[in-house]
């Protein structure tokens, strides 16, 4: 039996990359961090009816002694490194915090993995953002980073890392940059969930208006089950390296919006007011990927287009508030 150690398990992907291992015939560790809100963090676990699969394992990214502790105790042949401070909004108001988890935590987590499991394969969740201002129309392993928030300076940090890692020691070190990937799961502060919880909270009378930022961004939207797919494949390649796992498809929030009202047979522009305080300091206004190398080497490719995406998630989200009803 093969044995994943994930960080970020209670989260978005740490859920579903759970689903897919344990399908798989996994032993599934997750890294759990001590937090006040405990009895929240098995939510998207629960919501995926494995939450008694997983074995939780008490650490923290931000302190390696914990890492070393649990690479030790769990013996794990592959290690998906998926924990971060994932909302780039809020890394300009703990930009330090952001880079401890994010950078520093991704860079515990190598220097662990090398002392004490170096055998194991890694991956690290490595993101769009950090195209940032965007050299090229379309995004490829190849494009020059140029990143717009503490968050994706931070991620960028981690990136390269993973591939100095792999260069200086050896390890199966790979990294993934994903494009925005979106589900029921996604938390309520993304963009995609905020839109489809507003739209079910309209549709049942709940709230009249939906306050929002920059209609005007463009996002390359996939389904996150896709992308642990994605994720997975890469650590079943004889050879590490970086991928961009992306639909190639651009939409703005605008149309996003659109598209989440209509499923319900409402208008957006009749509930959509622009506020001010969801702007950011500096915005990444585009994001294409382009993900040909994914296909080409792994066999990749998202099975879920948006139109679905959207429809699921606004089909969860009346379901939710109904059932609070
Ligand atoms: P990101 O790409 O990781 O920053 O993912 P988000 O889902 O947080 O944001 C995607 C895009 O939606 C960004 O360009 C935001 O500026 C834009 N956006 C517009 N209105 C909102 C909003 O109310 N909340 C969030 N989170 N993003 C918004």
Redesign the pocket.
Known sequence: MKRALITGVTGQDGAYLSQLLLGKGYKVYGLLRRSASADVVGERLRWLGILDQVELVDGNLTDISSLIRVLQDTAPDEVYNLGAQS???ASWNQPLLTGNVTAMGAGNMLEAVRLVRPQARFYQAS???MYGLIQEASQSEKTPFYPRSPYAVAKLYAHWLTVNYRESFGLHASSGILF?HESPLRGI????R?VTDGVARIKLGLAKEL?????D?T?DWGHARDYVRGMWLMLQQDTPDDYVLATGRTVS?REFCRLAFAHVGLNYEDHVRVDEA???PA???V?LGDPAKAKRVLGWQPDVQLEQLVAEMVEADLKRHSARG
């Open positions: 909302f780039v909004k993101s769009s953002e925005n502060e993304f963009v995609t905020k306050p929002m930022g920059n209609l961004a996002r929030v969801f702007m950011r915005e990444v206004d994001l």
